[in-house]
């Protein structure tokens, strides 16, 4: 795996616009969501089972996060609050190179252990945050 910073080649896609454009709007639909008052999102598996799913809290969190009140965001879910946190700083990042038309930064050449590895670290990541979810699940009612 390596980590390269070049400048876009003609023609090839554009991760940085597309991302924060995604980000952005995902942003804004939510906002005007709960403007607008429409019902909160409800969970189908902790409706069913009663038990938190992997992403329990993920609502919770971000409206935490985004009052900047970031102990709530991540105890009311940590995985959600790494990722908005990495996703605020992808932003700054893909706005300023799309400002200054800089270089891009790219992870190039994954090996295959490498790609097996990730894949594992992942599931491991989704697995600790559910644990730990389940264990203050009756906050979660």
């Known amino acids: 795996m390596q980590l390269c910073r070049r400048h876009l ?6 991760h940085e616009l597309i991302w924060l454009s995604v980000s ?11 403007a607008i008052g429409l019902p909160w999102p409800r969970c189908l598996f902790h409706d069913l089972t009663g ?3 992997v992403t329990c809290g993920a609502t919770r969190s971000a409206i935490s996060f985004f009052h ?3 102990f709530a ?3 009311w879910n940590p995985l959600v609050f790494v990722c908005l946190s990495a996703l605020s700083i992808f932003d700054v990042y893909a706005a ?3 400002v200054i038309r800089g270089p891009r930064l790219r992870i190039v050449n994954f090996t295959r252990w490498e790609k097996t590895f990730l894949r594992v670290l992942f599931l ?3 697995g ?6 389940l264990s203050r699940w009756r906050n979660f009612s």
């Open 9 to 14: 080649a003609f023609g090839e896609t554009d």
């Open 24 to 34: 952005l709007l995902s942003l804004t639909s939510a906002a005007a969501w709960f």
């Open 51 to 53: 038990l938190p799913c």
């Open 68 to 70: 900047a009140d970031f």
């Open 73 to 75: 965001a991540w105890k």
């Open 96 to 98: 300023a190179a799309l």
């Open 124 to 126: 491991t990541i989704l």
């Open 128 to 133: 600790l945050d559910w644990i730990y979810l």
